[in-house]
């Protein structure tokens, strides 16, 4: 190799590079604004090199200047130069540095690129960290003129990225590097200031050297050249918890959540041993909008030793905690990570497990310090826990302390959680009772909860949509079975076999007559006030799955599980549809008073009646027997023929209760 006075010499790039650099050049062109983050870090990690050596050698700062990164966009050069008054290369060096494949992660990369396919490719080097060879994707030409610390030669490296690279020794009058890009024609957007402060607030705003450029500005008619630092320099995470103040974290949570209001809770910590990482995370006050839209584009930043790698990392938590918001920057992760190589890496899954705990155990002080703040929490996020007892078996036990339920035991919009509710539990309590529904107002007076209520026993109202499910998921709660109060078989209460005979008759025709409707029909023991209910068998969907397909336009997909008609042997309506009966087993009103007492269960349950029309006109036709049967004194069974269900009186109905008003008004003045 030929070398001239100045050591002037051409070398070849190792033949993995120059693929690289084709395969950079040619196929990443929408993401390669990204090299400026790559030639930042490199001059930030150049300053904290000399910062470190000096603390030993201080004759390395020879200036004593301010460590910095400058960028100088040159418009009549088309030139852009990344500077910094870091370590520096030797000679010797460079060629090694800059002609390597090993570093940054690029074999990697490399190894990626060639199994994604051209739409992948984008995406994919967002996400790695390339290094230095990314500034091929808007430069037709590289110099690097470098001097490093404590050297009195300077050296310059130049490449066309065409598979080799000159070096020259050179005069440099400061230690540190110069990268000067001669930008591609369709790259020229990088030297319009605007967007070089953008590009450094979106990827290098943590950095914590200042990044500086001199910009022209007119002050009094006069130009002048004012230097302006582009980046805030904020790495708070970096920061101890103790030099941090409140409006300091609440500033930085605004910026990354995009919210308005303060954090409702901050936890910023690091965590040293087998892993190393710092974590600044916040839960906020009420959901991320993004996540009331169904989307959940989101998730915390990732700094691989603070330089930013991505913004929605959602690896680093489960799905179910999506509300925390946050940054984590790690010194183990390697920075040529994408999101997939995330989702495999172990040290991933250490930080995952770690935050997640860090997190649960939060909100468990919160709850047990701040109850009121965290009932403001649990309002408005608790579904999502409820989600992760679905979805994180391992933690099941502590989200389910997290929980807070309405019970009958509660106010209206007061909570109680399970633990207190145990304790609360007779002695003789076998379950931990629920029932699922849309208004606590319903659940509270369901006929259901009626015999629980009667013998002391707290009914958890559920009316989350999600409780559905949590439900399945949580089968007990330290050993108490979690049972719904509205299936098949709450107690062992057994009904007197005499009373169980007089009704039988009646409950077998009920059963010929509703056979479409319910698959059983049968005395209740749960009943105490109300005179029916509908119980559905153990393990089938509950009436409000019903309800929620229904809302949804999806009954089609239920599968059809007939539910279980109950009647409550001690009621007074039920006994007289019983004597009805005895009297006459064809008695029309007997199909018509068994149709009312399903509706009813079905009204009390805060379900609706299959057909509301034939129910209205059951029930006029019930007032204007009644009526009759108060203005004729004698209880004469006459209008039980208009008690049938075909409607043929239909448009009687009005006109016979108007005239039922009468009678009725009469029978008040008496
Ligand atoms: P990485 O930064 O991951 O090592 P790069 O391709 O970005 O990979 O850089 C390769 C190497 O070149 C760096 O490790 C460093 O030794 C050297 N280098 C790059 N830029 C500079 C600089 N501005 N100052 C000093 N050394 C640098
Ligand atoms: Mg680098």
Known sequence: MATSSTGRETREFRADLRQLLDLITHSLYSNREIFLRELISNASDALDKLRFEALTHPELREDGDELQIRLLPDKEAGTLTVSDNGIGMSREGIADDLGTIARSGTAAFLEALKQSDDAQRPELIGQFGVGFYSAFMVAEEITVRSRRAGEKEGVQWVSRGQGEFS????????TGTD???KLREDALEFLEPYRLRELVRKYSDFIEHPIVMATEKEVDGEKKVEDEVLNSRKAIWLRSPSEVSKEDYAEFYKQIARDFKDPLETIHFSAEGVIEFKALLYIPEAPPWEQLFGENKNGLHLYIQRVFIMDDCQDLLP???????????????????????LQENPLAAKI???????VLKTLADMKKNDRPRYERFFKRMGAVLKEGIARDFERRDELAELLLFESTAT????????EDYVSRMPADQEAIWYLIGEERAVLENAPFVE??????????????????????????????PLRAVDREKVEEEEIPELIEESYRPLLDRLKELLDEEVSEVRLSTRLRESASCLVSPEGALGSHMERLMQRLGREDELPVTKRILELNPEHPAVQSLRAIHERDGKDPRVESFGRLLLDE?????????????????????????????????SASKSPAGSMGTRGSKKPKTSESSKKSKAPKASEEKE
């Open 167 to 174: 070096l020259e020794t050179i005069e440099k009058e400061k």
């Open 179 to 181: 990268v000067i890009l």
């Open 319 to 341: 799905e179910y905690l999506r509300f925390v918001r946050g940054v984590v920057d790690s010194s183990d992760l390697p920075l040529n990570v994408s999101r997939e190589l």
């Open 352 to 358: 995952r497990k770690n935050l997640t705990g860090k």
């Open 411 to 418: 106010k209206a919009g007061e909570y109680t959680t399970l």
């Open 451 to 480: 015999a629980f209520r009667s013998k002391g026993q707290e009914v958890l109202l559920l009316t989350d949509p999600i409780d559905e499910f949590l439900v399945h998921s949580l089968p007990s709660y330290k050993d108490k």
């Open 601 to 633: 269960a079905m009204l009390t349950e805060g379900s609706r009646p299959k057909d509301p029309v034939a129910l209205a006109r059951r029930i006029n036709d019930l007032l204007v027997a009644a009526s009759e049967t108060t203005s004729s004194s």
